[in-house]
T-cell receptor, first 114, second 114 residues
């Protein structure tokens, strides 16, 4: 499968714990995005990387959230001191740097904070 | 703030029916509008629209954009149970570091009964 890969698929954690998710984009894609989706809503933008540079962060992304893309390939999203409100599907997407290149999404990581 | 609004929020039809899904938008500097289909997991790309009045078509699905009235429609003819999904509309704003970032509507949940 050469699509966007996310790991893990599901994560259940207790409030206050830290969690980390991984995204492997399509290999030739230099743009990488993280989105969050809650039930009944469309995905909301969290952050964007072009190669290894994090170029934009949503104000939705509190200080407890951090994302990295150390070598411009895979990316990690870490949530520290999780809260119940963090429960959501976290989607990763990638694209090439072309004007009319659509985003390709992974299957997401579903986080449940108990 | 940019806004994307979809209607209806949910729709229940029978196989063979034709459906029209609506998406209206307000963005500062419009670049393109995209439609995605989301079943259990990853949103999958359907169409990208950049020019008014030009219909995009793929099998039983078609879509058109009206940049003057700031809306798009997605038509599905002869619906099948496999069309049951959430249909997401998203817009891309031009320019700056936001390039390529999608702003989504809340989605339309389509249910097709046999």
């Amino acid at each position: 499968d050469t699509g966007v890969s996310q790991d893990p698929r599901h994560k259940i954690t207790k409030r206050g714990q830290n969690v980390t998710f991984r995204c492997d984009p399509i290999s030739e894609h230099n743009r990488l995005y993280w989105y969050r989706q809650t039930l009944g809503q469309g995905p909301e933008f969290l952050t964007y990387f072009q190669n290894e540079a994090q170029l934009e962060k949503s104000r939705l992304l509190s200080d407890r959230f951090s994302a990295e893309r150390p070598k411009g390939s895979f990316s990690t999203l870490e949530i520290q001191r999780t809260e119940q409100g963090d429960s959501a599907m976290y989607l990763c997407a990638s694209s090439v740097r072309q004007i009319r290149s659509p985003l390709h999404f992974g299957n997401g990581t579903r986080l449940t904070v108990t | 703030e940019d806004k994307v609004v979809q209607s209806p929020l949910s729709l229940v039809v029978h196989e063979g029916d034709t459906v029209t899904l609506n998406c209206s938008y307000e963005v500062t500097n419009f670049r393109s509008l995209l439609w995605y289909k989301q079943e259990k997991k990853a949103p999958t790309f359907l169409f990208m629209l950049t020019s008014s009045g030009i219909e995009k078509k793929s099998g039983r699905l078609s879509s058109i954009l009206d940049k003057k009235e700031l809306f798009s429609i997605l038509n599905i003819t002869a619906t099948q149970t496999g069309d049951s999904a959430i249909y997401l509309c998203a817009v891309v704003e031009a320019g700056g570091t936001s390039y390529g970032k999608l702003t989504f509507g809340q989605g339309t949940i389509l249910t097709v009964h046999p």
